[in-house]
């Protein structure tokens, strides 16, 4: 083919650079997203290879997926035991979609195709296997089929869930296979750990329809929980109004306000073991005093907002729970780089954090999937790291983190 992969791989991340990743194609309609799949994994810098059964390569051309990935699709087998060379040696098997039918086979240990031998092989070789299903509800919800998928559950294989709508179980947001995939492939580091993560905006309302709030995207406060998550984390988010969909592995409480952030964030300190908090949020540091009821009338020339300025959700912290390693966040704007670090180094001590993340945001701006950060803690460590993208980064902070908690536990 004359597509250059080259060209793309690793334009998005180095999230999966060097990451050999099977992906099986079976015969659902929603096969026409696949190729996005493929692409979106191979700019996080993966290497992707194409198993398709018979009904794939009769909905979809082969070429397509062959220029999509720059590898040819492999639909039927010849003596060279491909399934056992390439399966068995991936880094994660994404099968998707996933039909009742594969999925079937698989539990039940038929390999009859080249697409379930893919799979037989790489669930003995102890691979990483994500089903990423897709079908009409009525076979969704057949209780034989939700048995399979509860006995390959059972057997280590992870499902992404699909969306329900229409009469249909719709195949996930391309995003979403593509984020359960770089799952699969993050280190088991974090188990037995407890993290809390807070993320987004707050909103302090002037009355029940106007109100006042930042334009925190909460991608960051995201990233950080997804990535702890996939490492083994059990992880807490406390979040502001934000657009965005967690994975089912992590617990979430949404909030509005800055009292209500403050009061959930101190309530978990309070009732769970909390071994890491990163406070990533951006909450207002003020709340609006006498809130109109109903609506301020258009007809009014002026009126008088007050605001009172809220406790500090990350300083109240180490106070509540004094024995969680504390992260925060201090973003800058229209700063250089030695005020930054210094007004990060002041915040850091004022609120005895045990790690500051400083960043500029107007540089690259709220609500980008790309930022810049330095890492400071106690130690005097500084760290700089990006422009990259924000899983990136969470991955680096996160190793810093292990890296803290070693230490701290090497000193006791």
């Not at 699969?184 to 707050?202: A, I, K």
């Not at 790291?385 to 230490?407: S, T």
Request: hydrophobic share 45%; net charge positive; charged share 20%.
């Amino acid at each position: 083919m004359s597509e250059d992969i080259e060209a793309i791989r690793g334009s998005l991340s180095k999230l999966l650079e060097g990451k050999r990743i099977m992906l099986v194609v079976t015969g659902g309609i929603s096969i026409y997203r696949i190729p996005d799949v493929a692409r979106g994994l191979i700019r996080h810098g993966a290497f992707v290879e194409v198993f398709m059964s018979r009904t794939a390569s009769r909905l979809l051309n082969p070429l397509i997926m062959h220029w999509a990935t720059g590898s040819k699709p492999l639909i039927e087998l010849s003596g060279y035991a491909e399934h056992v060379r390439l399966c068995a040696n991936s880094d994660a098997v994404v099968v998707a979609p996933a039909t009742a039918n594969l999925i079937g086979k698989v539990a039940n240990g038929v390999s009859d195709s080249s697409v379930s031998l893919c799979l037989m092989v790489a669930m003995g070789a102890g691979k990483p296997i994500l089903m990423v299903p897709a079908m009409n509800i009525n076979m969704w919800m057949n209780p034989i089929v939700k048995s399979n998928v509860e006995k390959l559950r059972n057997l280590g294989v992870r499902f992404l869930e699909p969306i329900i709508e229409e009469g249909k179980a719709k195949i996930p947001h391309t995003d979403e296979i593509i984020e359960s995939t770089i799952d699969l492939t993050s280190p088991r580091n974090m188990s037995g750990l407890r993290v809390l993560v807070t993320s987004g905006p707050t909103r302090e309302y002037i009355d029940d329809v106007k109100y006042i709030t930042t334009p925190s995207s909460g991608l960051t406060g995201y990233y950080i929980a997804r990535e702890a998550a996939a490492r083994g984390a059990e992880v807490y988010v406390v979040s502001g109004p934000v657009n965005i969909r967690y994975p089912s592995n992590v617990k979430l409480i949404n909030v509005t306000s800055v009292m209500d952030m403050h009061n959930a964030v101190m309530e978990l300190l309070r009732s769970k073991q909390i071994h890491v908090a990163f406070f990533a949020a951006a909450p207002l540091d003020f709340y609006v005093k006498d809130k109109v009821r109903g609506k301020l009338s258009s007809d009014i020339e002026n009126t008088t907002v007050t605001l009172i300025k809220a406790p500090k959700i990350v300083n109240d912290a180490k106070a509540t729970s004094p024995g969680t390693i504390v992260v925060g966040y201090k973003a800058e704007v229209n700063v250089n780089e030695e005020d930054l670090l210094k007004r990060a180094l002041n915040r850091m001590r004022e609120g005895s954090w045990d790690m500051v993340i400083a960043h500029n945001v107007s540089e690259l701006g709220f609500g980008t999937v790309t930022d810049a950060y330095h890492i400071i803690n106690k130690s005097g460590l500084h760290i700089k790291i990006g422009p990259a993208h924000k899983r990136e980064l969470a991955r680096v902070i996160l190793n810093e983190v292990l890296r803290l908690l070693e230490l701290n536990s090497s000193l006791k």
